[in-house]
């Protein structure tokens, strides 16, 4: 007789970890409603949170960064930040929610690390290093290996400078320009009055003799 297989478990319960935050967030409202201190989050709660991150940052595309703790550290302070805008009634699936949470966290950290990295190159490679290093007696051929070596290696992203459209300069009419337009419609004003009056008197005379 052939034995079934049984399905992996998943590293978080998405079932009992619903449950966990209807049963907290019950407890929220009934501290509020008594004005007293909210509750801490429970270790359940606290233990998915850090096994989503862990998890998440186990991924191709997260795993090979130095300052992986920071992201998992940056990813569990958000949910607790944000623990509160889970609303058991409108979503059932509290694995979802907090996992898009934790990724933002570390898409914002490796961001900011980035940034940290680019100061730091710029640094580097502008600072006058042989001042520093020359010692009595020394002359200014004395190379820095390591700061040549950063110079010629290191890429320094620059920001991108947003190109301002010029504005197209308004045309100004001089004053001999404005008199003659206004001569001109002065004068076709005056010959298609004059036309009028002339087809109604004409128009009058036939029909009334």
Known sequence: MAQTKK??????????????????????????????????????????????????????????????????????????QYLDNFNPTKSNNPFAYFTQIIYFAFIRRIQKEK?????????????????????????????????????????????????KKKRKARKTKSTLEYFMWWKHLYFQVKYMSSSWMWIMKNLHNIFYY
Do not use: W
């Open 115 to 163: 940034k940290q990295v680019t100061i730091k190159q710029k640094l580097i490679t502008e600072a006058n290093y042989d001042d520093m290093t020359l010692q009595p007696g020394e002359d200014r051929e004395f190379k820095n290996q390591f700061t040549e070596f950063l110079q010629k290696n290191t890429v320094v992203d620059e920001p991108v400078k947003k190109e």
């Open 7 to 80: 399905k992996p478990e998943h590293y978080v319960d998405n079932k009992q970890f619903l449950q966990a935050m209807i049963l907290y967030r019950k407890s929220v409202n009934k501290a509020k409603r008594a004005k007293v201190e909210k509750p801490p989050v429970t270790d359940y709660i606290g233990e998915c949170f850090l096994k989503i991150a862990n998890h998440l940052s186990y991924r191709p595309n997260f795993i090979n960064y130095t300052f992986r703790d920071d992201m998992i550290s940056d990813g569990i302070e958000n949910c607790l």
